[in-house]
Nanobody, 124 residues
């Protein structure tokens, strides 16, 4: 049983930066890969980034590559998503998710635990 809580979203202008956080509680002694997904209004859930338990491997969607950075601090039970050069098309609810194994994944159905989401709105 793991609970995930995202924070750090808000209303920003194009070109701004944000750092989203995902804090885990409950059974945090397990080794699990993590991911970030987003859902824009009227659209389905979209993969954003993933990271292995060790933090040694990351993978990004082409649409966010070179602008987004996923990282984690296992001592703090926290995963981060640094977002630079925000674009209006980045507007979405951003969700973090945890797997039940140490590996990353781009597939939403392979994640067991999900946070409630944090809204990112980018104006032009």
């Amino acid at each position: 049983q793991v609970q995930l809580v995202e924070s750090g979203g808000g209303l920003v202008q194009a070109g701004d930066s944000l750092r989203l956080s995902c804090a885990a509680s409950g059974r945090t002694d397990s080794r699990y890969g993590m991911g970030w997904f987003r859902q824009a209004p009227g659209k389905g859930r979209e993969f954003v980034a993933t990271i292995t338990y060790s933090g040694g491997s990351t993978y990004y969607a082409d649409s966010v590559k070179d602008r987004f950075t996923i990282s984690r601090d296992n001592a703090k039970n926290t995963v981060y998503l640094q977002i630079d050069s925000l674009k209006p098309e980045d507007t979405a609810v951003y969700y973090c998710a945890a797997r039940t194994n140490p590996y990353g994944s781009v597939v939403a159905s392979e994640y067991r635990y999900w946070g409630q989401g944090t809204q990112v709105t980018v104006s032009s």
